[in-house]
């Protein structure tokens, strides 16, 4: 899985409350419509400048708050193509993961805002083109990596019945 885009850098700590807004959680039923607004408290630009197979970059924590299972879906409706950051709250990694987002763990300081990355998501090597740099994000388990190449956990299960290890 090679993904390339443009970098959207954010801090530390951004919360299901900054990727979902909860002024409009009464769109929870409504996807598409609540990824119009995504990331808007963090950056309010971000959801109607978001181009398809970009890139969330982020600190420590991403993802922490309350157990939104729509905060990663609105993320990957968006058009992200994958998150990575220094560390994720566990059940936001879990439900990335489960529908279909790519997450990779490594130490986003060298990548800025708006910065070309290349990522390769089987072998966690990140590529910053604009600086001509490469990281190394910890490698996915082999188990994860089909799941995301089935589209998350429900097609993986529809495919093949069971999660095969």
Do not use: Q
Request: charged share 25%; proline share 4%.
């Amino acid at each position: 899985m090679i993904l390339k885009g443009r970098a959207w850098k954010f801090g530390d700590d951004i919360s299901t409350d900054h990727i979902t807004p909860g002024r409009y959680y009464h769109l929870r039923s409504n996807l598409p419509e609540l990824a119009k607004h995504v990331m808007e408290d963090a950056n309010p630009e971000f959801a109607s400048k978001v181009k398809k197979g970009d890139f969330i970059v982020a600190g420590k924590n991403f993802g922490c708050g309350s157990s939104r299972e729509h905060a990663p879906a609105v993320i990957k409706l968006a058009g992200v193509s994958a998150v990575i950051a220094k560390s994720f709250a566990r059940i936001f990694y879990r439900n990335a993961i489960n529908i279909g987002l790519p997450v990779l763990i490594a130490d986003t300081d060298l990548i800025d805002d708006g910065d070309e990355l290349e990522v390769d998501v089987s072998s966690g090597t990140i590529r910053d083109l604009t600086k001509g740099v490469e990281l190394k994000a910890r490698p996915l388990p082999d188990v994860m990596i089909k799941i995301l190449e089935n589209g998350g956990l429900v097609e993986y299960i529809k495919k093949h019945g069971d999660i095969v290890v």
